[in-house]
């Protein structure tokens, strides 16, 4: 009988972690590749690559596939639809084994164009900064040379080693969430290389859900000077929704919930007969989750301005990442694995972003997030940074996990 791989996988996941020897001749390769890598830090941060930047998007693209294609791999170009822009680069690397392997990072940044000019790219000390050389030209930078570095090594009996580069992360990947999922699906394990963090370097158990909470109020319009008592002041209903729920914001369940926007009324002299308001909101459960909106619901059926209706409207963003019991164990591989080279990898039971583990983990199976770089500063208005005496660790980390999920 032949035992399905994933199987297979989960076995080998279980089996306790043991204090393994370092793997010398890996750990000398991913020696000779960090300083490379730095090369490609200063490279890829040198390309601004905001979301909608159309020219940055298309050289990041170009420059990471002749990469990938230089290294061996097989590469697929999936122009991107609006709202996005360049194309997902898709490499893939047919190895001699069965295992199927999904690596994934992206080319996106928050920071608009301009931002290079006065945060140019610089070295001091340990540190390299630069907009964007965290989240996630690091994560970038760890995949190619933890391939190189295999590629040193003569490594090759994984089945099938897909990387998977998008370029509409930082937008809740619009465009490539399906792509990402359905790699995912085709896969044995996913791992996914956001940046962690410098000093005590996290790896996350989970990764928020995100998502909009709207509020519709219908009222009826009167004129605000002549006739006010024959209105229904919508706006003064939402306004009072708004107060009555702040509550419902609740840090201690993971569960965010803050009113960001409220749109109504046309015209000064007018009662205004709708109100549109939207809170932004993100979940660590999905009990949590749909406890706090069917309470939200049951507020809107007692309004304080009779005669006005309020219904609400719950829009998904990203999915959460939840580390079950698969992904909990690829965790536990990773720590492991990184105390060969002297690191020390700290789980924490959740984070706020949310990641594109998210939409990997659509697909039931492991993901593991967190593989980039220590880094600093990112979706902040400080300057952003990585640790440079990490990527040696890092690079071996990433193609020791690989050599492992091989199941050699
Ligand atoms: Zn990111």
Redesign the pocket.
Known sequence: MRIPLSAFLLVMLALPAQAAPRDDRLWAAAQAEAPLAVDTLRSLVNIETPTREVGGMAEMGDILAARLIALGAAVEKIPAAAPAHGSVIIGRFAGTGTAKIVLIA?MDTIYPVGTLAKRPFRIQGDRAYGPGIA??KS?LTVILHSLAALKAVGFRRFGQLTVMFNTD??QTSVFSAKIVTDLASQADVIMSF??STVGVEIIPRAAAGNGETRVIVSGRASHAGGAPERGRNALVEAADIVLKTRDLDDPANGFRFNWTQINGGTIRNQIPDQAVISADTRHLSKSVLDDKLAQLAQRLTTPLVPDTTARMEYRPGRPGYFADAASAALIDKAVSIYKEVGGVLTPVPAMT?S?DAGYAQLSGKPVIEGL?LPGYG?HSSQEEYVDLSRIAPRIYLAAKMVIELSGQ
């Open positions: 992206h989240d996630d994560g992360e930082e956001e940046p972003a990641t980039g990112y």
